[in-house]
């Protein structure tokens, strides 16, 4: 018995890419923590690149929302699906100032502080109220 091939359209890049970014932001956020725990280097390297991933593909993600949202908004409470697009596009832009700054703390070898845990433990408890809109849209309450 032959599985049938599953179709494809532009809107279901959307879906695809945004676990990337639920994955990544809190994984590097994590190594951070545990790297200024432990003080491993490995762990902040990790977490480094991790944000860079992150931030290079989350506005590919949040452009891919506006081709999911095309072809979804009519089934969707209007006040929900117009959070979730501006908290993704607030997120995105913050994501890439997120990287710079982690970029420049990499390249002057220095290890994250408080500070930018602070922001990124915000950043990712907004990414994970914002996954939760996405996933009322697409699942249902």
Request: net charge neutral; hydrophobic share 65%; glycine share 16%.
């Given at each position: 018995m032959a599985i049938p091939l599953p179709t494809f359209a532009p809107e279901h890049i959307h879906p695809i890419l945004v676990n990337f970014t639920a994955a990544l932001v809190p994984a590097s956020f994590g190594s951070d923590v545990l790297g200024k725990i432990t003080r491993r280097q490995s762990l902040h390297a990790a977490g480094f690149w991790m944000l860079i991933y992150a931030a290079a593909i989350t506005p590919f993600t949040?452009?891919?929302?506006f081709a999911w949202k095309r072809s979804v908004a009519s089934a969707l409470p209007p006040e929900q699906i117009l959070v979730h697009q501006w908290l993704g596009i607030s997120l995105a832009i913050l994501f890439l100032v997120l990287g710079v700054w982690r970029w420049v703390l990499h390249s002057r070898a220095t290890n994250p502080g408080f500070a930018?845990?602070?922001?990124?433990?915000?950043?990712v408890l907004a990414l994970m109220y914002q996954g939760a809109l996405g996933g009322q849209m697409a699942f249902g309450s």
């Open positions: 949040a452009l891919a929302g930018y845990l602070g922001l990124c433990l915000v950043l």
